[in-house]
Structure formats: C-alpha cells, structure tokens
C-alpha cells in the first residue's frame, strides 16, 4: 500500500479532546498498519490518545485497531489510502473480521469526489448489508482517527453506564430480598434482627436454614439452644409454621 498523503499537518494543537477521570482505557494498533503509515501521522495519532489519557500499545492483530474501554472491545479497520482496484479485497477483509469481533466499524479515508463515489458504487456492488457492520467516511485521515476514539470512548461509556444500571438494580434486589429474608425470619417466636443476621452470614437462604437442624445452627452461629430449638421446630412444626407472627 503506497503510503497516505496527509490532507492537513498533523499537530497535537489540531486535535480536539475530552476529559476522562482517570484512564480512558487502552488502544492496541496493528503492527503492520503502522508500518504503512506516515511517521507524522503516527506521530499524531500517540499524542491524541495521550492526550485523551489511552495507553497505547503496537501488537500483531487482525483489525487495525482494538480499543478497550470501560471492559468493551471495540475493533476497527482504518482504511487511510482507498483506491477502486482494492475493493475486492477490502470487503473480504471486512467480512471475515466481522465474525470474529462482535463490535467492529471500519473508517474509510475519502478526501476526493472520484473516491467517495467509487466507494459508494464499490459498497453496493458487493452487496454489503447497511450497519453490518458501519461503515464511516471520512475527508482526511486526522478526522478519521478523531472519529475512531470518540467512538471507542462513546461505546466503553456506554457499557460502564449499562453495568453501573445492573449493578444499581442487583443491589435493590438484594435489599428487597434481604428485607423478606429478615422479614420471615424474624417471624419465627424469639428470633430478632441479629439472630437473624447471623444467620444469614453464617448459613444463608431461608431454604438452607429450613433444612438446618439444631447441632448445626448451634456451631455455626452465636444462637442460644432454646432459639435454635425453635428455628429447627418452626420449620418443621404445624404449630409453629401454620400461625406465623409476621406483622
């Protein structure tokens, strides 16, 4: 591949950047993709992603770039230097990274009008289904690369917001579930909130402590024997589980 004119100098001034708290995550850029780039692009590239607080890494992988953000991969193919003969051979490359990445874009340099519309016409002819996967063109190759990270960093937000909302909702329900847990538990004559934390800790889900006779609670927790006593009859005595005290 002859190597890529720049349309404009790149300089760390050129581009633009956002805040992250911390580490935004980590690029990994293709060896032999690098090799075909212009030093000064290069050059350009380290900075941006320094800037942006991404570690970056050169590695021998398939795509031209793996990003890491917030537990995400994102893998993308730059094409920098688009010509009409290599379409064929583009589009093979595109389908067979497609299966083996879930998320993959690839950016395509297209400084020109001849080049765009050889793009379109190369697109369709190939019979490439829109959005599988995206393709995002670009007129120069600073740009084009300012468009990989933003949304490398928009999609590891994303994911970070989507665990950070599970977790939220994991910790609700296990409040709720803690709360019935307490709720049924202190149900059962003398048995108060640490009783019932302690059993809890120590032996688990009502089920378990259903099944746990008195020996058992007795070693395992701080319980006297006459509420241990109780536990076990409770749960396996009608009088005691036919007329609950839960209020």
């Known amino acids: 591949m002859a190597t890529p004119r720049h349309s404009r100098e790149p300089t760390p001034s050129s581009s633009s950047s956002f805040s992250h708290p911390g580490a935004a995550g ?5 060896n032999t993709w690098r090799d075909e780039q212009h030093p000064s692009f290069i050059n350009f590239i380290s900075s941006f992603l320094s800037s942006n607080s991404f570690r970056l890494n050169s590695a021998p992988i398939a795509p031209d770039f793996i990003f890491n953000c917030g537990g995400l991969s994102v893998a993308f193919i730059f094409i920098t230097d688009w010509r009409s003969n290599n379409i064929t051979a583009v589009i093979s490359r595109v389908q067979k990274l497609k299966a083996q990445f879930a998320n993959i874009y690839v950016v395509v340099v ?30 120069d190759l600073e740009m084009g ?31 709720q579930g803690m709360e019935i847990f307490l709720k049924v538990v202190t149900s059962i004559p003398s048995v108060q909130n640490h009783d019932a934390n302690s059993l809890y800790q120590a032996i688990g889900s009502v089920e378990a402590i259903s099944k746990s006779s008195k020996k058992s609670i007795m070693e395992n927790t701080d319980l006297s024997a006459e509420k241990a006593e109780t536990i076990e009859r409770f749960f396996r005595d009608p009088k005691f589980y036919l007329s609950p005290k839960i209020s």
Not at 26 to 30: G, L, N, R
Not at 149 to 167: E, F, M, N, P, T
């Open 26 to 30: 980590v690029c990994m850029m293709s």
């Open 110 to 139: 297209l400084p020109t009008e001849e080049q765009n519309d050889s793009f379109i016409r190369g697109y369709f002819k190939n019979g490439m289904e829109l959005g599988r996967p995206t393709f995002i063109p670009v007129q």
């Open 145 to 175: 690369f300012e468009k990989i990270v933003k949304l490398a960093h928009a999609r590891g937000v994303c994911k970070r917001q989507d665990v950070i909302s599970k977790l939220k909702a994991d910790r609700e329900r296990s409040v």
